[in-house]
């Protein structure tokens, strides 16, 4: 099956420069529809759910004349807001305390309502084919899977390693978009627990969409079951975000020889961007051996016998 990516919001990119990559995006998705408008066409993407309502108003209305068959894993609220939050870190879009966007937006699955096939299933493991969206999906469009062909991507990480890539977001807010990508293979290896929210705030995010939230219940005809959190939540406000612990300050100053473990965001920000040089120069020099060796080895076997 051939895959195609399109840029997304999380690309090194200012606010102008990116509306106009995702116009050029859309005009690329409405261009594959119309080339392959014979064969059958997969879209996938959680940024669907970052869309405004205008823009996912437009996208349906451009794509409703094809035969669209549509397929929205739902999320338990409790579950969704923890993931939302470290995916917004990671990708470097979540440089401010806003916990109103942690919440499903619900009422956006409307504009997919209008289309003819259009089913909402609950994204619930023991329900899941397998226990697995992506066998759970394929599954569905009549596509064969076998276990080993799935990548996993965007894997969690440690609440120690949100707490310093949130202080990376927040000391460069000035700045354009710009991804935390080249730094999540070396944060994996800070290990600890997940992110967790507390209960007061887990309440306070609710409330914001309580009615939407009710009736997306109502009309998946069963309570939540929501996902199990941490007994001892790390996450209580920003300031737990803002003055990493002392185990994720460590890990990072015997990474950096400049940073002396100072709490401040502003020091751990930097901190952190020059680690994330470490890891880019590092790299280069791994691909530069790479081709030495490579080099090497021809020139060796040309002067041979």
């Known amino acids: 099956m051939k895959q195609e990516r399109f840029p997304s919001r999380f690309a090194r990119l200012t606010a102008s420069e990116f509306d106009m990559q995702q116009k050029r995006a859309r005009e690329q998705i409405y261009s594959k529809l119309e080339e392959h408008r014979s064969e059958d066409v997969i879209l996938s993407a959680e940024d669907f759910g970052n869309l405004s309502e205008d823009e996912l108003d437009s996208f349906v209305k451009s794509i409703q004349h094809h035969e669209i068959h549509t397929y929205c894993y739902i999320r338990d609220p409790i579950g969704y807001a923890p993931s939302a939050f470290q ?105 600890g627990p997940k992110v967790s929210f507390s209960p007061r705030l887990i309440k306070e995010m609710l409330q914001r969409r309580q009615n939407e939230i009710s009736q997306m219940q109502n009309f998946l005809g069963r309570p939540w079951q929501p996902e199990r959190t941490l007994k001892r939540p790390n996450v209580r406000g920003e300031s737990d975000l803002l003055e990493p612990p002392a185990d994720a300050r460590n890990w990072l100053a015997c990474r950096v020889a400049s940073y002396d473990g100072s709490p401040d965001y502003r020091a751990v920000g930097k901190a952190m961007d020059e680690l994330e040089n470490i890891v880019i120069e590092r790299s280069k020099s791994r691909k530069s051996g790479i081709l030495t060796k490579d080099h090497s080895h021809r020139g060796n076997s040309n002067s041979g016998p």
Do not use: M
């Open 87 to 191: 995916q917004r870190v990671k990708a470097g879009v979540l440089r401010d305390w806003n916990i109103g966007a942690l919440v499903p937006q619900y009422s956006k699955l409307r504009k997919f309502l209008t289309l003819k096939h259009c089913e909402l299933l609950r994204y619930d493991k023991s329900s899941l084919k397998n226990g697995c969206v992506v066998q759970d999906f394929c599954g569905r469009i009549g596509v064969d899977i076998h276990p080993n062909e799935i990548k996993y991507e965007n894997e969690s990480i440690s609440f120690l390693a949100i707490s310093l890539l949130y202080c990376r977001n927040k000391a460069r807010a000035h700045e354009g978009f710009r991804t935390n990508n080249p730094l999540l293979p070396t944060l994996k290896t800070l290990k």
